[in-house]
């Protein structure tokens, strides 16, 4: 990847990818993030929207596995009704579980593609795997200090994307 905190696609929500363009693009294995991607922080269980989107893509054969930087309580609990292959404190960017949830899923880097709602964690985590990433804005962003900051340095890889998008 010649850009490495430049996402592949972008949608303003999660259930946007859905199985069609998902088979579009040639994957079979969707990698994701939890928490601000698919539900807030606030929110410990998956809700309707999430379950449903998730059976469409296992209708069509499309895998999906849960790799959070997030804690082993959030995760579990999350997961449990969903029962996808998860990995907790994944610590992303760093590529180990995607590598492993990709061995999970029985998919290639090729087939795979990793959905995020930040740049320098998950699209850097996707690319470090030589994946492609989608990212989505964060459902609560918070105003503290710190993701402001992190806001503000994402502003330019986005207008990257922007640019890239409209050649
Ligand atoms: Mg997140």
Do not use: C
Not at 94 to 117: E, H, I, W, Y
Request: glycine share 6%.
């Amino acid at each position: 990847m010649k850009f490495t905190f430049v996402p592949e696609y972008r949608f303003n929500t999660f259930d946007m990818a859905d199985a069609d363009f998902l088979t579009d693009i040639g994957v079979k294995g969707i990698i994701l993030d939890i928490d601000n991607t698919l539900e807030p922080y606030e929110h410990p269980l998956p809700g309707e929207h999430v379950i449903r989107w998730l059976n469409s893509l296992r209708d069509r054969g499309i895998k999906a596995a849960i790799v959070s930087n997030n804690g082993r309580e959030r995760v579990e609990l999350f997961n449990g009704e969903l029962g996808l292959p998860a990995y907790y404190k994944a610590k992303k960017p760093f590529k180990k579980n995607l590598l492993r949830a990709m061995s999970d899923m029985g998919t290639s880097p090729d087939d795979t593609v990793l959905m995020g709602d930040q740049v320098f964690t998950d699209v850097w985590a996707a690319h470090n795997a030589r994946i492609r990433a989608i990212l989505v804005p964060p459902i609560n962003d918070k105003r503290d200090v710190l993701t402001r900051f992190k806001r503000l340095l994402e502003k330019p890889v986005l207008k990257k994307y922007e640019k890239r998008k409209n050649k």
